[in-house]
């Protein structure tokens, strides 16, 4: 039996539906994270959870029982606020203790448990300080300590990384998933960041529009993206209007317009004369002088329309004979050499037969 | 916000809004009501109000409902001039607190943080005092013993006119109302300016403007939501007042508020002065909706 | 802009010397030796020993006072409740009957309550109406402040309470209440000052009985002045200086704890 079960969710305001129909399992000990863009649901369900909301149909359950009419209060559910919602008016160690003092523990109790995690959150001498003194990282570890010092069954996170600049978000994101680690805590963590997303989790459920679109694992959500939406939410990617003209159990032959035959690796469900695009990663794509010969299977004359340099890689953008668009990857290796081509040059695209996802139009 | 519909959630909304709300619909409606009721009827005898019935069938005198005080009201064109006196006061009133105060407002709001705040205490110190203590006070200033007097008298002697009292005269009224409502028009104003872009000034100077230019063609239209919540607050309780007319106002200054105070404690013809009370009411709710628009219309957005 | 600043300062230096000149005058002519308010003839204390030797009036201070403790009690209490009121809950009706006793000419709301008085409760004018009076236009200022200083809070806060364990009760007790407390008393200091000075209501709901004292000034100002009136204002003036540097220094000691929103990442 999972941890949380979230059986045919839905809520709506009006005539907006902002979940719909959501399933979903999470099993003990995860770092569980929902993923979409603003307005998809994932904060609407997140508050369903904690007990804010209430849904309009479906089952919210925890460890088998029915959570749903049940307070907060009630719920062994904390969450960790966008913006941390310190008591200002308290000072580190009294927020920390603050839920233990709610369940009634005993004053050494409580004094021993904020003390251990205020060493776990690396902030050993904060106790007497109070919020306003303190650092928006600093903030947001006492408000981690703070969701976690009562053991809840599951810890619930809002987008709690955003307010930090680019730096401090990586150090929390890894300081975050030690700490799942170490307390062994199930999280469930909102986020509009794929990359973030990408780097915490152990699943990832993406959403769109109160839906569920797809729930697996970071690497199965980059490489085998099910639909449109994932493929386009998650990283960087090329499409290209696709017809299949073989569906082998090793493989795809598409026809792309305008441009000739590739080849693509095998996926289910998709027959002969099934329309759609060929979805394929920036990094999968390789550009090179017209003069080398290219190993790979798939690959087309085109010309550099413009690039993106950031300092490890640089993107190509490249227009192909057909007029589509292709992205290609390079990374800048060679020191001293800021960029191997520039806009209006010709070059050669490939990319490997086994390279790439074909997205039916349907999906 | 947890959503609404539980019992506990609506028990609590109860417990906090109940009792201010029953507080208020007894010693706020109720009277309201009861002031438009009065004045639909008769005045008694000896002041006061007639009974709606007569107490048998042989009294004479009239009983019952009746819109004689609004009639009575406009029997007389001396009624609608004092209404018209108290609106042109209050206008001349809000014009010259506009002028006072909005220079002060602006160099308040451009103001560093701790200078800002000790002004605005200063401006806001005077309005401590007794309301009656500052009407009390021109009253020292104007008199016919006063440094002032006896200094504008000397002059206008030289010039061969005759001297003037300022006390007890539209002028004395005038001053005593700006004086008293000076703050009120500060106050918003500078709340507005301190919210201004300054480089939207320096965007202007940059393109040309100079520094009348910068201030009819961008301060002064991001300041109208500040300058009608102002004028709002200083237009309306002036139109109601009757003190500052009563202590620093002659025998034929009186404005509505003198009016309705004489009907309550000096003839007691309760339906007249409730149906002043109601006129004034009216004057007040409309000005307020102007106000609104007005403010609505010219920025585009919500002024308060 | 130099230029502009001079015509600035001096603007406002002649608009403070306009405010605070006539309040000057009445301080320095009650230690005035003259019963006139004319010249300076010399310093004394007579006025206000006369002041302190005039019953009248200091049982006017008296009921003054207890007016002013009763009703600033009862607005900041229901005053409280109403900024809690309607800021949390959408309400359509509250908002109107608390702001419009504050929005509209005083001598509306003392009229409307002597006729209720009189005509429907039967009720002689006295002490019970003028605090009633007060307490109804005193809500409306305790209501400003308490909602201000909510909308400038962050709402999670009060979620994350009930969220960590908390009841609704315990969220008010140990969250809400600590939070709010400066506007309450910022409020209650408020309906305080305007209790004690407030002539127009109060005017027309205190009947015959009790002499209270901005009316005690009123009436001497009306038929007999002499410098005592100089005497009491200037200690008046002192009660409510001393209020308003106390109200100013809570609401900015309540803001320092760091309450401002702060920013969220969209």
């Known amino acids: 039996m999972a941890l949380l079960e979230i059986r045919n969710v839905t809520r709506r305001f009006g005539s907006y539906t902002a979940v719909d129909n959501v399933s979903i399992d999470v099993e003990a000990g995860e770092f569980f994270t929902l993923l979409g863009p603003s307005g998809c649901g994932k904060t609407t369900l997140l508050r369903m959870i904690a007990g804010f909301d209430l849904p309009d149909s479906g089952q919210i359950l925890l460890d088998g029982k029915d959570m749903v009419g049940i307070p907060p209060e009630k719920r062994p559910v904390h969450t960790v606020f966008q913006t941390y919602a310190l008591f200002p008016h308290m000072t580190v160690a009294d927020n920390i203790a603050f839920p233990l003092k709610m369940a009634g523990k005993a004053p050494q109790e409580i004094k021993k448990r904020v003390n251990e995690l205020l060493e776990r959150v690396h902030l050993p001498n904060f106790g007497n300080r109070f919020p306003h003194e303190l650092s928006g990282g600093q903030k947001q570890r ?64 993406v959403m769109n ?118 992205e290609a990857l390079l990374p800048n290796s060679a020191p001293g050499r800021a960029k191997f081509f520039e806009v209006d040059d010709e070059v050669t695209i490939s990319w490997r037969h086994d390279a790439g996802i074909f997205l039916n139009d349907h999906q | 916000m947890i959503k609404d519909g539980t019992k506990e959630k609506q028990l609590a909304r109860l417990l906090v809004s109940g009792p201010p709300l029953l507080f208020l619909i007894v010693f706020f409606v109720a009277p309201s009501l009861i002031m438009i009721l009065t004045s639909f009827r008769f005045p008694g005898e000896f002041g006061g109000l007639a009974p709606v019935t007569p107490p048998s069938d042989k009294a004479i005198g009239e009983y019952g409902f009746t819109s004689d005080a609004y009639q009575f009201f406009f029997s007389d064109f001396i009624y609608t001039e004092i209404f018209l006196k108290s609106f042109a006061v209050a206008f001349g009133t809000t ?165 309705i105070k004489d009907q309550f404690l000096g003839t007691r013809d309760w339906p007249f002065g409730s149906a002043l009370s109601i006129m004034l009411t009216m004057a007040v709710l409309s000005i307020a909706g102007l106000t609104t628009w007005f403010a609505r219309s010219a920025t585009g957005q919500r002024a308060i | 802009m130099k230029r502009g600043n001079l015509w600035l300062w001096s603007a406002a230096v002649l608009v403070y010397a306009f405010l605070y000149i006539p309040l000057i005058i009445v301080v320095l002519y009650s230690f005035n030796d003259s019963r006139l308010n004319a010249e300076w003839v010399g310093f004394t204390l007579f006025w206000y020993k006369a002041l302190f030797n005039n019953t009248e009036m200091l049982l006017a201070a008296r009921n003054s006072l207890v007016i002013a403790l009763c009703a600033s009690f009862c607005a ?83 979620e994350a309470a009930r969220d960590l364990g908390a009841s609704p009760w315990q969220t008010f007790r140990l969250v809400t209440l600590p939070l709010i407390m400066p506007a309450v008393v910022a409020g209650a200091l408020m309906s305080f000052t305007l209790s ?28 007999a002045v002499t410098p005592e009136v100089n005497a009491i204002s200037t200690l008046l003036m002192l009660l409510t200086l001393v209020m308003i540097i106390i109200a100013a220094r809570l609401e900015s000691n309540g803001s320092s704890e760091g309450n401002a929103k702060p920013h969220t990442a969209e």
């Open chain 1, 142 to 205: 006492v408000a981690f300590a703070r969701g976690l010092v009562n053991r809840p069954r599951l810890l619930l996170l809002d987008e709690p990384l955003g307010a930090l600049d680019a730096k401090l978000r990586e150090e929390m994101q890894i300081e975050l998933i030690n700490l799942q680690k170490e307390i062994g805590i199930t999280f469930i963590f909102v986020t509009h960041a794929q990359d973030e997303a990408l780097a915490l989790s152990h699943r990832i459920a």
């Open chain 1, 209 to 326: 529009r109160g839906n569920v679109e797809q729930i697996d694992e970071p690497s199965k959500i980059y490489s085998a993206p099910r639909n449109h939406f994932v493929a386009d939410f998650i990283g960087k990617i090329s499409v290209m209007n696709a017809a299949v003209m073989e569906a082998a159990p090793s493989h795809l032959k598409l026809a792309i317009e305008g441009l000739g035959e590739v080849t693509a690796p095998a996926r289910e469900g998709v027959e002969v004369g099934d329309r759609g695009v060929l979805a394929i990663r920036p990094e999968q794509v390789r550009i090179s002088h017209p003069s080398n010969e290219s190993q790979l299977k798939n690959h087309f004359r085109g010309k550099v329309h413009d690039f993106l340099y950031v300092g490890d890689v640089t993107t190509y953008i490249v227009e192909l004979v057909n007029g589509a668009y292709i």
């Open chain 2, 95 to 259: 014009l010259i607190c506009l002028i006072l105060a909005y220079p002060l407002a602006v160099l308040i709001a451009r103001s560093r943080k701790h200078l800002r705040n000790l002004m605005v205490l200063l401006v806001i110190l005077p309005f401590a005092s007794n309301f009656l203590i500052r009407i009390y006070a021109w009253m020292i200033i104007l008199g016919p013993e006063s440094a002032l007097s006896h200094f504008l008298n000397t002059v206008l002697g030289a010039f061969g006119i005759a001297p003037v009292t300022l006390l007890f005269s539209p002028f004395a009224v005038l001053v005593g109302m700006v004086y008293v409502h000076l703050p009120f028009m500060v106050l918003p104003l500078y709340t507005n300016l301190e919210k201004h872009d300054l480089s939207l000034l320096d965007a202007a100077q940059d393109l040309g403007a100079n520094a009348w230019q910068r201030f009819w063609r961008v301060t002064w239209p991001l300041s109208l939501p500040g300058v009608f919540s102002g004028s709002a607050l200083v237009f309306i309780p002036v139109l109601g007042m009757f003190a500052v007319p009563d202590i620093l106002g002659g025998t034929g200054d009186i404005l509505i508020g003198n009016l």
């Open chain 3, 76 to 158: 900041t209490l229901l005053g409280t409740m109403s900024g809690l009121a309607i800021h949390r809950y959408k309400l359509k009706v509250l908002p109107v009957l608390v702001f419009t006793p504050v929005a509209m000419p005083e001598i509306l709301l003392g009229v409307s309550i002597l006729l209720f008085f009189l005509q429907v409760l039967n009720f002689t004018l006295g002490m019970v109406s003028i605090i009633i009076a007060h307490t109804t236009f005193c809500i409306g200022f305790v209501a400003i402040i308490v909602r201000a200083r909510l909308q400038g809070m962050d709402e999670s806060i009060f």
């Open chain 3, 196 to 223: 004690i000075d407030d002539f127009v209501i109060t005017f027309f709901t205190k009947g015959v009985g009790e002499p209270i004292l901005p009316i005690q000034i009123y009436t001497m100002i009306k038929v």
